[in-house]
């Protein structure tokens, strides 16, 4: 009798496919490691000296990140002096005021190489705020409203020791720590002078020119005031540099 046949061999296991990583631990281990890249250049970030880190360039036009520029430069005065010689600014530094009862500054410059006339004294961050408003508002109004430049720029200046509104009591004006500038009037090339208290209201080229300028000093400074805000600024633009968000 012949010998049966052996049986077959089972047929080979397929080989395991390889098991695919979840989506959610795909996205994990992405935003872990952009969080790694976040990080390290965070620590590189700290790690340079202040100057380097908050120093900007005020000839590049204002951005969104402007605003917060502006305010980081009131943490460090060395990095705000920097960012004016970065800038091709002369910035003397001006003596110090011993801050008493709510008035002073330690951090006051002069500015050169501006239209702003006399210079005054202002603390840093506020004269900044000055120096790309001049540069990327009032010179390119000035030539859009008349083909010229404003060589002049007049001011009823900056510090003064008082408050709000000359007023015998209450809370102290940013002009008492030269964080305030009041705009007056501008010399154009051609001769020419605007005045706020002249132009405000006419409808041709000055009246459209003291409009570009209230416009565009909203974005650099905390609080912009003209003649539409009360009769106290008939004359001038209010221009500081403090906490309170004001644009009239």
Known sequence: MAAAPPDPA?????????????VAGRLLLTALLGLGAVAGATLTWVAAAPEERLAFDLNAPPDAF?????????????????TLQRSGLGAAPAPPRPFTDGCGYDDGVVLSGLALAPAPVMRCPLAAAYALFERHVL???AERRFGARAVAV????TYACRNVYHRASGRRSQH?????????SARLSTGRVVTVAGGWDEPGPAGLFLRDLRAGACGLFGTVLSPDYNAAHADHFHLDRGMARICR
């Open 10 to 22: 089972p047929p080979p296991k397929p080989a395991p496919s390889p098991r695919r990583r979840p």
């Open 66 to 82: 402007t605003g917060l520029r502006l305010r980081l430069l009131a943490l460090s005065p060395g990095a705000c002096r920097a």
């Open 176 to 184: 008492a720590t030269a964080n305030a500038l009041d705009l007056a």
């Open 154 to 157: 007049g001011h009823f200046g």
């Open 139 to 141: 010179q390119p109004a």
